[in-house]
């Protein structure tokens, strides 16, 4: 089946909820096709699967799961380059939160995050780069979270390392895939209005005495959150920016594509609260640190 040169394919990790559920809506919306692609896919909308009554042709499902070996994601990566001969835009999505006093979580915990929220981007990236490479072209997209900026929340320690593990992961790829001219976006919410967010629950496989009030203060603040629903970001309106800056259509048109998308108000204070911050330190020790130079 022929594409016009004005349709780009989307290969979303993590589809079945979230950012990932209203992207696919997003880009089918703008003429667009999707492979979808989630560890269960039980929860994807079948009028998805539909476009009057027929099977829409600009849709296609996977079951994934990013944290299986590289040889099973190499061969669903493969099966996704071959629905339509092509993908132009990865989209990884996939990731949850464990939320966890770190200690508590210890290692089991961390090397749990990181499965998903770290190791699950690099495989499914690596395993669609030589597809990009060869074509020298694509878009990269990485989910990241504003909380690699702001980790001094108990609880999100390990959630907040590995958001910031692929934002570092993000930069070092961009510039090592500037030259085949395929682009990488680090997005960086802060809290919208998912049905996922605070889906999680609590991680805490060995108690610690001494923690009990901190932890009970953190579950009572989860708690009460997610009761009030205070999130203040749309998430379709986020998607559908995603899809014009991708295209370059809409509010983005003239501007330069960014490495770094923060995304909401409350993500955007807290980046610039933390920037002020570091800067404030690198000030307060400047005088002393940079007396370190080696004197020949």
Same mark, same amino acid.
């Given at each position: 089946?022929?594409?016009?040169?004005?349709?780009?394919?989307?290969?979303?990790?993590?589809?079945?909820?979230?950012?990932?559920?209203?992207?696919?809506?997003?880009?089918?919306?703008?003429?667009?096709?999707?492979?979808?692609?989630?560890?269960?896919?039980?929860?994807?909308?079948?009028?998805?699967?539909?476009?009057?009554?027929?099977?829409?042709?600009? /849709?296609?499902?996977?079951?994934?799961?990013?944290?299986?070996?590289?040889?099973?994601?190499?061969?669903?990566?493969?099966?996704?380059?071959?629905?339509?001969?092509?993908?132009?835009?990865?989209?990884?999505?996939?990731? /949850?939160?464990?939320?966890?006093?770190?200690?508590?979580?210890?290692?089991?915990?961390?090397?749990?995050?990181?499965?998903?929220?770290? /190791?699950?981007?690099?495989?499914?990236?690596?395993?669609?780069?030589?597809?990009?490479?060869?074509?020298?072209?694509?878009?990269?997209?990485?989910?990241?979270?504003?909380?690699?900026?702001?980790?001094?929340?108990?609880?999100?320690?390990?959630?907040?390392?590995?958001?910031?593990?692929?934002?570092?992961?993000?930069?070092?790829?961009?510039?090592?895939?500037?030259?085949?001219?395929?682009?990488?976006?680090?997005?960086?919410?802060?809290?919208?209005?998912?049905?996922?967010?605070?889906?999680?629950?609590?991680?805490?496989?060995?108690?610690?005495?001494?923690?009990?009030?901190?932890?009970?203060?953190?579950?009572?603040?989860?708690?009460?959150?997610?009761?009030?629903?205070?999130?203040?970001?749309?998430?379709?309106?986020?998607?559908?920016?995603?899809?014009?800056?991708?295209?370059?259509?809409?509010?983005?048109?003239?501007?330069?594509?960014?490495?770094?998308?923060?995304?909401?108000?409350?993500?955007?204070?807290?980046?610039?609260?933390?920037?002020?911050?570091?800067?404030?330190?690198?000030?307060?020790?400047?005088?002393?640190?940079?007396?370190?130079?080696?004197?020949?």
């Amino acid at each position: 089946m022929s594409i016009s040169i004005n349709e780009r394919v989307w290969f979303i990790t993590g589809a079945n909820s979230g950012f990932g559920l209203r992207l696919v809506s997003s880009a089918l919306s703008r003429g667009d096709r999707v492979i979808a692609s989630a560890r269960s896919l039980d929860k994807i909308p079948k009028e998805f699967s539909k476009l009057n009554g027929q099977q829409n042709p600009h /849709f296609h499902l996977i079951q994934l799961d990013v944290t299986e070996c590289e040889e099973t994601i190499q061969q669903k990566v493969n099966e996704a380059i071959s629905v339509w001969g092509r993908v132009d835009v990865l989209v990884n999505n996939a990731g /949850f939160a464990l939320f966890s006093l770190l200690e508590e979580a210890g290692a089991v915990g961390a090397m749990k995050q990181f499965a998903t929220n770290y /190791f699950g981007v690099v495989n499914v990236t690596n395993a669609i780069l030589p597809h990009m490479r060869e074509r020298k072209s694509g878009s990269i997209i990485i989910m990241g979270s504003r909380s690699g900026w702001k980790a001094d929340i108990p609880h999100v320690g390990h959630y907040a390392a590995s958001k910031a593990a692929v934002h570092a992961y993000g930069e070092t790829l961009a510039v090592e895939l500037a030259s085949f001219s395929i682009r990488v976006l680090i997005v960086e919410p802060g809290l919208f209005r998912t049905e996922g967010i605070h889906a999680s629950g609590h991680y805490s496989p060995n108690p610690i005495a001494d923690y009990d009030s901190l932890r009970g203060q953190v579950l009572h603040r989860t708690e009460t959150l997610g009761k009030r629903r205070t999130e203040i970001g749309d998430p379709r309106k986020a998607m559908d920016l995603l899809v014009d800056i991708v295209r370059g259509e809409g509010r983005v048109v003239g501007k330069e594509w960014p490495l770094i998308l923060v995304l909401g108000e409350d993500a955007d204070k807290d980046v610039r609260a933390s920037c002020r911050r570091i800067e404030g330190l690198l000030d307060e020790w400047k005088e002393v640190t940079w007396d370190t130079r080696l004197v020949e």
